[in-house]
């Protein structure tokens, strides 16, 4: 059985063969040409739901006989790669047991009856369940009181406009309700921004690495992903002259940035770095699109008010009132999930009243408003945020040290990044084989996400994201089993990388 996929268009037979590289090696030709099909897709270079050329086009340009790429369609059918339907052809899958790597999106039921498999591609905490329980009471008691009216607030609840604001405000940012719209999440957020932001055929700058999600997003909406290459060091990683280079080259009319604690890397962009942001995108038109979704839980820092100021600070999309003044370009998206708990789907977005209406315009079309009693447990939570920001930040501080001390101990080859908040390393390896990595990893009892997935454009093979959300005894376990792998995912990388320097 396989995952639901989308229909994408189909891969010509010359593009498909650039995508595999060389199918040379060991064992029976087709089986070959199967397995370069299936790690194209497991590393992005293919994406899922693509059409595959026809046998025969495929075979002439290959050079191999049409009897083989038959044979290597019915390999990847078999083991559900590919999915074939009259009238549409072949379409590339990924397979119930390898959707997990994905699993960002689809969450992770596919490990629920799977206990030995330790799941290593979300970067989500459990609810803290106290504080959980006691907003939940509290909620369900005021519930009543909104019960006499529509229930309908497109904007969200009055009462957590208001709070949401006041973070802002607190953090030396002035907000008011009207510069709040509150969201499904943030990931809703961002996709209410980008389909009122930016049309088909727009450039949207991104991180690379980024928040996968987001890069689907904005390939789903047919935007054009342009990546701006991240450094290793968490002080410096972001090159704002680059920054300006690729915002004037490529005329993107909006930049995906999450300075806080960046996922993957866990990176935190410095206030002087955050202020030449907002210079670069003034300068050349652009909006800034700052997801400060981990901000709330930092663990490597005294608190988030020792964080830099948050990016609206240096130039005020809402009220035009930043230190950089009127027309600066900065929407801000944030979110619950992280801080409290993802299952509350809840998050916001932060603009000006015009573009708060826009987007609640836009929400409405498939969504009329967010559920009220959900709104309600947050505003709860956030009323009183102290002991469930204090239990996330030390799961995640806990998590980290253990991953660090595992790798320490078992991976001692691999360099990863020392976040001082987020919820996952960003890890180095040895060689460019992430792809074969995260492909054996099951079979030893793990599932991971590999480099390429985090990019747009199918590099990153000696990447590897891992998240510290799980217990401290199951990373370390699960970092030993990545270890006994190792060896054998180096050897056997799949993904030929003729040049290749460590
Ligand atoms: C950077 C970033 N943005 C957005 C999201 C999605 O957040 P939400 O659950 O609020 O939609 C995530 C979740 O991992 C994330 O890491």
């Known amino acids: 059985m396989t995952s639901a996929t989308a229909t994408t268009g189909r891969v010509s037979a010359t593009s498909l063969v650039r995508r595999l590289g060389p199918v040379t090696g060991e064992g029976p030709t087709y089986r070959r040409v199967a397995d370069r099909i299936r790690a194209a897709t497991l590393n992005g270079r293919l994406t899922v739901g693509i059409g595959l050329p026809s046998e025969r086009d495929l075979a002439m340009a290959l050079g191999v006989s049409r009897t083989t790429v038959a044979a290597a369609y019915q390999q990847l059918r078999d083991d559900g790669w590919l999915s074939s339907r009259r009238g549409s052809g072949s379409r590339l899958a990924i397979p119930r047991e390898h959707a997990a790597w994905r699993s960002d999106i689809f969450g992770a039921p596919a490990i629920a009856d799977e206990p030995a498999l330790i799941d290593l591609t979300t970067a989500s905490l459990p609810a803290p369940a106290e504080p959980l329980q006691r907003a939940v009471e509290a909620a369900t008691g005021e519930l009543p009181g909104y019960a006499a009216g529509s229930g309908y607030f497109p904007f969200g609840l009055p009462v957590l406009r208001d709070q949401v604001a006041q973070r802002y405000c607190d953090a030396g940012v ?252 960003w890890v180095r390896l040895p060689g460019p084989y992430a792809t074969e990595l995260a492909r054996l990893a099951p079979a030893a009892g793990v599932r991971v996400v590999p480099g390429p997935r985090f990019g747009p454009d199918g590099t990153m093979e000696a990447c590897l994201r891992l998240p510290f959300t799980a217990p401290p005894e199951q990373l370390t376990e699960a970092i030993r089993r990545l270890s006994q792998i190792d060896r054998t995912a180096a050897q056997g990388a799949v993904t030929a990388f003729p040049g290749w320097l460590a």
Request: charged share 15%.
């Open 174 to 425: 002035p907000t008011t309700a009207e510069h709040i719209l509150i969201t499904g999440g943030a990931q809703h957020a961002f996709g209410l921004a980008l389909s009122s932001l930016t049309s088909p055929g727009d450039r949207v700058l991104l991180e690379c690495p980024t928040y996968p999600v987001a890069l689907d997003a904005i390939r789903a909406a047919h935007r054009v992903p342009t990546p701006l290459p991240l450094g290793d060091n968490a002080d410096t990683a972001w090159d704002l002259e680059l920054f300006g280079a690729i915002l004037r080259q490529s005329a993107a009319r909006v930049s995906y940035l999450i300075p806080d604690f960046q996922n993957p890397t866990g990176a935190l962009m410095s206030a002087a770095d955050r202020e030449r942001a907002v210079e670069q995108a003034r300068r050349t038109g652009g909006t800034l699109l700052v997801d400060e979704s981990f901000r709330d839980v930092p663990f490597g820092v005294a608190g988030s008010d020792q964080l830099p100021p948050p990016m609206s600070a240096f130039g005020d999309g809402a009220t035009g009132r930043g230190r950089g003044g009127s027309g600066c370009p900065v929407i801000s998206l944030g979110s619950v999930s992280k801080a409290f708990w993802g299952g509350l789907r809840i998050g916001w977005v932060r603009a000006t009243p015009a573009i708060v209406e826009r987007l609640a315009v836009t929400r409405s079309l498939g969504d009329m408003a967010g559920p009220v009693l959900d709104q309600l447990i947050v505003s709860h939570l956030l009323a009183d945020p102290a002991a469930a920001l204090e239990q996330q930040s030390a799961r995640l501080a806990a998590g980290a040290a253990a991953v660090r001390a595992a790798l320490a101990e078992y991976l001692p080859d691999w360099s990863a990044t020392d976040p001082a908040g987020g919820a996952s390393l």
